[in-house]
C-alpha cells in the first residue's frame, strides 16, 4: 500500500485534525511541519504532493502507539528506514492494543474473514517457517474494519 493512503485513512478513521497529527509525530520526538503534513495528505494528483517516505510513516506509527498506550521513558525507538506490510500491521495492533479476536472481528466488519492461525503468521519473524507476507488486500481490509470500528464513534 501507499504510505500517504495510509496516513489518509487512519487521519479520517481517528478524525485527527492536522494539529494532531503533528502531535503524534512529535510523541515520537519528530518534528514536522503542517505544510509536511498537508502535502503527505493531498491527492496523488495534485502539484503539491509529496510522497511519504516509509520513515516518516513509521515515525507517525510509532507516535500513534505513543498516543493510544502512553509514552514509555527512555530514549524512543529508532524509526524504521524500509516497512512492509506486516510491520505496519504489527504497529498498527500494538496501538490499538489489539488480540487477535479483535483482530478477527474488525476484518469480520469488513466483510473479510481470516483464521487465528493464518493471522498469526503475519506477526511473526520473517525467518519463522510459518511466516507469511501481509498483502495490500489484507492490510485495506483491516483498516477498513478499524475505520467501521472508530469511526462510527466519532461520527456519534
Not at 495510509?6 to 510523541?27: A, E, S
Not at 512492509?84 to 490499538?96: C, D, E, H, P, V
Not at 469480520?108 to 498469526?120: D, G, I, K, M, Q
Request: glycine share 4%.
Amino acid at each position: 500500500m501507499i504510505n500517504n493512503d495510509i496516513l489518509r485513512r487512519l487521519r479520517y478513521t481517528f478524525d485527527f485534525g492536522d494539529q494532531k497529527m503533528i502531535d503524534i509525530f512529535g510523541l515520537a520526538d519528530e518534528v514536522v511541519t503542517r505544510e509536511q503534513v498537508s502535502n503527505w495528505l493531498k491527492k496523488d494528483e495534485d502539484p503539491a504532493f509529496v510522497k511519504c517516505t516509509d520513515r516518516d510513516l513509521a515515525v507517525f506509527l510509532n507516535g500513534l502507539i505513543n498516543d493510544k498506550r502512553g509514552k514509555k521513558e527512555g530514549a524512543q525507538p529508532e524509526p524504521e528506514r524500509r516497512l512492509s506490510n506486516n510491520q505496519i500491521f504489527m504497529k498498527l495492533r500494538i496501538a490499538m492494543n489489539m488480540k487477535s479476536d479483535d483482530i478477527i472481528d474488525t476484518m469480520a466488519l469488513a466483510n473479510f474473514t481470516v483464521s487465528a492461525h493464518e493471522l498469526s503468521s503475519f506477526f511473526r519473524k520473517p525467518d519463522n517457517k510459518h511466516y507469511r507476507e501481509c498483502k495490500d488486500q489484507m492490510l485495506r481490509n483491516f483498516l477498513q474494519g478499524l475505520q467501521l470500528v472508530h469511526r462510527s464513534t466519532v461520527d456519534e
